[in-house]
């Protein structure tokens, strides 16, 4: 006879034993990158949540025992929590200084597991301190740019191909991207396969940044010869997808972004009409959130495509309602005043008066 409650406890424990791991599986867990991603240890939680100054402190008294997701850490924690001025003090620091070294090495040479995600951070925070942080960056940023295109598409994601980009059209005026172009192609066929599925991976900012690194690597700069951009075939196809997503989520991408953007298809060339429009309502409504020289470029782009940057036109108003006190008006129809009379003209001779000729 069937027993409800014996044929629930074999179910509960085989539940309980599926649920706990055994040591082999355990291992495989750990040397995956998502479970690099999941855990964090104390040291890694502490140096996330503390403001730069801190963290730069944090360096000094235990750097020299960071494991190298750590070092990175700390690096991305004093490269977005700080100004560019403020990232100028801290690189004066022997220890920050040795920190950035030590970071270029880890991008040189990744350690065995380490994931592209964390790869692509630390190459974004070198490329936000002050030039000598990242040494040549041929050979730092430059080589995680190599390590991404010969990594099977489905290792990477897009936002650590947008940073890696990012970084190396960062450098200069764009001289370490323009020698990794085949890189960036190789970033853009992906993207733009199965109808751009992968795409809509991007943050908003990783898909504003990676326009950007593609901008810059299209810079045709030989010597003897006039600057000019010489796009490719995948290029205007990423930006009509991108061009898609953004109208279709502007309000909610920050308008220093969409200020980015503009000055983006500003460099390629690309005079998108639907796209700039969209945008022109939240650029013009949010002015105050711009710095003068994001203004200033976002003018400069509509005026060179000819688009106007300014509110939509409310257009003829169909009705009008009076409101009182609008004007004054009379009460009651003015009364009828009589017949008018004039008086006559009054001649101020008699007779016509003659002169000599």
């Given at each position: 006879?069937?027993?409800?409650?014996?044929?629930?406890?074999?179910?509960?424990?085989?539940?309980?034993?599926?649920?706990?791991?055994?040591?082999?599986?355990?291992?495989?867990?750990?040397?995956?990158?998502?479970?690099?991603?999941?855990?964090?240890?104390?040291?890694?939680?502490?140096?996330?949540?503390?403001?730069?100054?801190?963290?730069?402190?944090?360096?000094?008294?235990?750097?020299?025992?960071?494991?190298?997701?750590?070092?990175?850490?700390?690096?991305?924690?004093?490269?977005?929590?700080?100004?560019?001025?403020?990232?100028?003090?801290?690189?004066?620091?022997?220890?920050?200084?040795?920190?950035?070294?030590?970071?270029?090495?880890?991008?040189?040479?990744?350690?065995?597991?380490?994931?592209?995600?964390?790869?692509?951070?630390?190459?974004?925070?070198?490329?936000?301190?002050?030039?000598?942080?990242?040494?040549?960056?041929?050979?730092?940023?430059?080589?995680?740019?190599?390590?991404?295109?010969?990594?099977?598409?489905?290792?990477?994601?897009?936002?650590?191909?947008?940073?890696?980009?990012?970084?190396?059209?960062?450098?200069?005026?764009?001289?370490?991207?323009?020698?990794?172009?085949?890189?960036?192609?190789?970033?853009?066929?992906?993207?733009?396969?199965?109808?751009?599925?992968?795409?809509?991976?991007?943050?908003?900012?990783?898909?504003?940044?990676?326009?950007?690194?593609?901008?810059?690597?299209?810079?045709?700069?030989?010597?003897?010869?006039?600057?000019?951009?010489?796009?490719?075939?995948?290029?205007?196809?990423?930006?009509?997808?991108?061009?898609?997503?953004?109208?279709?989520?502007?309000?909610?991408?920050?308008?220093?972004?969409?200020?980015?953007?503009?000055?983006?298809?500003?460099?390629?060339?690309?005079?998108?009409?639907?796209?700039?429009?969209?945008?022109?309502?939240?650029?013009?409504?949010?002015?105050?959130?711009?710095?003068?020289?994001?203004?200033?470029?976002?003018?400069?782009?509509?005026?060179?495509?000819?688009?106007?940057?300014?509110?939509?036109?409310?257009?003829?108003?169909?009705?009008?309602?009076?409101?009182?006190?609008?004007?004054?008006?009379?009460?009651?129809?003015?009364?009828?005043?009589?017949?008018?009379?004039?008086?006559?003209?009054?001649?101020?001779?008699?007779?016509p008066q003659l002169f000599a000729k």
């Amino acid at each position: 006879m069937f027993d409800p409650k014996a044929y629930f406890a074999q179910w509960q424990k085989a539940a309980t034993a599926a649920a706990v791991p055994t040591p082999a599986a355990a291992a495989a867990d750990a040397a995956t990158p998502g479970s690099q991603l999941g855990e964090k240890t104390e040291i890694q939680q502490q140096v996330m949540t503390v403001s730069a100054v801190r963290c730069a402190a944090i360096v000094k008294e235990k750097g020299q025992n960071f494991t190298p997701i750590v070092a990175i850490e700390a690096l991305c924690t004093m490269g977005t929590k700080s100004s560019f001025k403020l990232r100028e003090d801290l690189f004066k620091q022997p220890h920050v200084r040795k920190l950035c070294t030590r970071v270029q090495e880890i991008i040189k040479k990744p350690p065995p597991g380490l994931d592209m995600e964390f790869i692509s951070r630390g190459a974004e925070a070198l490329a936000k301190f002050p030039d000598e942080a990242r040494g040549d960056p041929n050979l730092t940023l430059g080589a995680a740019a190599v390590n991404l295109s010969t990594l099977n598409t489905s290792s990477w994601s897009a936002d650590s191909a947008s940073r890696i980009l990012w970084s190396l059209a960062k450098c200069g005026k764009g001289e370490a991207i323009q020698k990794q172009k085949h890189v960036v192609s190789h970033v853009v066929k992906e993207l733009i396969r199965d109808k751009g599925r992968r795409v809509n991976e991007l943050s908003h900012e990783g898909l504003v940044h990676l326009l950007f690194a593609i901008s810059r690597a299209r810079i045709h700069n030989r010597v003897g010869d006039h600057q000019s951009i010489h796009t490719e075939e995948g290029d205007s196809t990423l930006f009509s997808y991108a061009s898609a997503r953004v109208i279709k989520e502007v309000e909610q991408i920050d308008v220093a972004l969409l200020a980015e953007l503009v000055w983006v298809h500003n460099d390629i060339g690309i005079k998108d009409v639907k796209l700039f429009k969209a945008m022109c309502p939240q650029i013009v409504r949010k002015t105050a959130d711009l710095r003068p020289d994001q203004m200033a470029k976002c003018i400069k782009a509509y005026t060179r495509f000819m688009i106007p940057l300014k509110e939509e036109a409310q257009g003829f108003r169909t009705m009008a309602v009076v409101q009182k006190g609008d004007f004054i008006r009379p009460s009651d129809k003015p009364k009828p005043m009589g017949k008018k009379s004039f008086e006559k003209p009054q001649a101020l001779f008699p007779k016509p008066q003659l002169f000599a000729k």
